[in-house]
């Protein structure tokens, strides 16, 4: 089978992990991918050939949150050929609808709500999701909004993410204790709401930042001003970041938006409480399995890591970690595997 991935944008970060791992487990099994991509960083086209993928990039502009009908133009000769075409972000997924072969099955993720930087795109989403065979939506919000748009809700269904690295050794050297950030630098992660926090605690211990993006620079500069350098390391971007988490005192995901966690649920799989954020879909993964605070409340993060690291404050860590096995990327390529199968029109058909 030959499985067409349309992604919007193409950087290191959990959506487009996801992808690349479920492409690697069905590469595994005799299924080939090829991968179309509307904006990509230097950084992401690496990332993806370090999966086994050559992405091809159509410019230079992100297109996450924004129809183009170019992108769909130069989609349409690239989409010959394939058995199923699987788009990421409604950018890509809005552009695959316009141009899709007959017959063949159109799959579309949405990993976050909607967060439009620019123009609303709603009107554009209504004409295309006629078009949608079946819709992984990662988070209440997504849901929420494919369906304000008409999406039928039958064809809605649970986007489930992989998350690799349960079976990690920590990594020698590291400190103890530590808590641990992985995710890219930018706004929605909220790293700078960690920093904040680590400036009001007492007596924080050193604290590992996994990952580059768009505020590394001012993250520098708030840590030497607040006199953090010792305490806070920026540690570059990490492929695999599970032997910085395992032994963790603590994961923190500081998130202003947030539908699932790969970081999260990486560290619950590895016995590390988990502190985050009360945003969109992320209840749903930490209830019962971590710390839940407010975003954007540095003061609340802080009390929730001194009351962890003093033992105040405790969570779940045996039950978190069986919980979340049940996302290992061989169980969900299988899940996402038989999707495809089920709803895949043989072209001589078509």
């Known amino acids: 089978m030959l499985i067409t991935r349309v992604l919007a944008k193409l950087e290191p970060g959990g959506a487009q992990l996801s992808v690349l791992r479920v492409a690697r487990a069905l ?3 005799g299924h080939r991918t090829r991968l179309l991509v509307g904006y990509a960083t230097d950084a992401g086209v690496e990332l993806a050939r370090r999966h086994g993928l050559e992405p091809e990039v159509h410019g230079t502009e992100d297109l996450q949150w924004r129809c183009d009908p170019a992108f769909a133009d130069w989609l349409e000769p690239r ?3 394939t058995d199923v075409v699987h788009a990421h972000m409604v950018g890509a997924w ?4 316009r ?3 007959a017959g063949v099955p159109l799959f579309a993720s949405e990993h976050n709500d909607y967060a439009w930087p620019g123009e609303p795109q709603w009107a554009a989403m209504a004409e295309a999701v006629g078009q949608v065979d079946r819709f992984y939506a990662h988070s209440p919000g997504a849901r929420a909004g494919v369906l304000s748009v008409g999406m039928p809700a039958e064809r809605v ?3 489930i993410s992989p998350v690799e690295g349960f079976g990690a050794a920590e990594l020698p050297g590291l400190p103890h204790p530590r808590i641990v950030y992985t995710g890219r630098l930018s706004p929605d992660k909220g790293p700078d709401v960690l920093v904040e926090a680590v400036a009001r605690m007492a007596d924080p211990p050193p604290v590992l930042l996994l990952g580059t993006g768009v505020l590394e620079p001012a993250l520098r500069a708030r840590i030497a001003a607040a006199g953090l350098g010792d305490t806070v390391l920026l540690c570059g971007w990490r492929d695999d970041p599970a032997p910085w988490v395992a032994g963790a005192a603590i994961q923190v995901c500081p998130s202003r938006d947030e539908a699932f966690s790969q970081a999260a649920v990486l560290a619950m799989g590895l016995g590390v409480p988990v502190v985050g954020t009360r945003v969109d879909g992320f209840p749903q993964t930490l209830t019962g399995r971590g710390l839940i ?3 954007d409340d540095p003061a609340a993060l802080a009390g929730a890591l001194e009351g962890l690291l003093s033992g105040r404050r405790r969570t779940d860590t045996i039950g978190a970690r069986a919980w979340a096995h049940q996302f290992e990327t061989s169980r969900v390529a299988t899940l996402y595997e038989d999707d495809y199968l089920a709803r895949r029109v043989p072209l001589a058909a078509a």
Do not use: T
Not at 94 to 97: H, I, S, T
């Open 94 to 97: 809005w552009a695959a609808a």
């Open 293 to 295: 605070v407010e975003p």
């Open 99 to 101: 141009v899709v072969p």
């Open 79 to 81: 989409l010959a050929g």
């Open 27 to 29: 590469a595994a099994r």
């Open 157 to 159: 269904v649970r986007g």
